[in-house]
């Protein structure tokens, strides 16, 4: 599957019809990426209106961001294409807006000048996309280990909860010892995770390493839906 997304021409994520002002977002965001920031003193001055960054919020929290199996598809992809209702913009305009968000996050007066729903803009599942996206196809980052997959990811859905491993596991580490074994029992998948990730098996290691496991099972046991 990862293959199939990583040869296509192009990937669609079809965010659904029009609701909720998102023609205003999707055409603040592509005129957003031809403008830059404009200093104003150590700051910047206001990027948009309240009424654009709320529109915006409705499309990046849409539930298809939150879908476990839609992931791979963004990651591999060679170019991907987002339309909304008639509208429709590529990949890397989003990617620009998700980096004007960064740069005024890291300004001086940070969100105090662009409304407080810019924190939760870059909180949101479709930043978490583009942070992944490019963190995954940049040449020289490691993949990454599984239960920080598991972690970031934790909140997406899927119809089968072991899914919120195995619709993980082309993204891991290779070193990973999980299997995607669907004849398995979700506390079997829970061992199995916890066996490959951990280092429980190993008596000397450090208490904050032992600490740092078992709130990684705690939570594990949550997210499968165990505790």
Not at 31 to 39: N, T
Request: positive net charge; hydrophobic residues 40%; aromatic residues 12%.
């Amino acid at each position: 599957m990862k293959d199939i997304y990583a040869r296509a021409k192009q990937v669609l994520v079809w965010l659904g019809p029009a609701a909720d002002n998102s023609n205003t977002a999707m055409d603040f965001l592509v005129a957003s990426s031809f403008k830059r920031l404009q200093p104003k003193g150590r700051e910047y001055a206001r990027a948009w209106t309240r009424s654009e960054v709320a529109a915006v919020l409705s499309v990046f929290e849409r539930a298809y961001w939150r879908r476990i199996w839609i992931i791979r598809e963004i990651v591999h992809a060679q170019k991907v294409y987002i339309p909304c209702g008639d509208r429709h913009f590529h990949w890397s305009r989003l990617e620009r807006f998700y980096h004007k968000l960064k740069t005024i996050a890291g300004s001086l007066g940070g969100w105090q000048k662009h409304h407080e729903l810019g924190q939760r803009l870059l909180r949101s599942p479709a930043c978490t996309m583009v942070s992944q996206r490019a963190h995954w196809r940049h040449p020289n980052t490691p993949r990454p280990m599984l239960r920080s997959l598991i972690a970031t990811f934790k909140e997406w859905e899927c119809s089968d909860v072991k899914d919120k491993v195995y619709g993980l596991l082309a993204l891991a580490d290779a070193e990973t010892d999980v299997v995607a074994d669907y004849s398995n029992t979700v506390e079997g998948t829970y061992r199995a995770v916890c066996k490959s990730e951990c280092l429980f098996k190993f008596r000397k290691v450090p208490k904050e390493v032992k600490n740092n496991d078992a709130a990684f099972c705690r939570l594990l046991r949550r997210i499968l839906g165990l505790a």
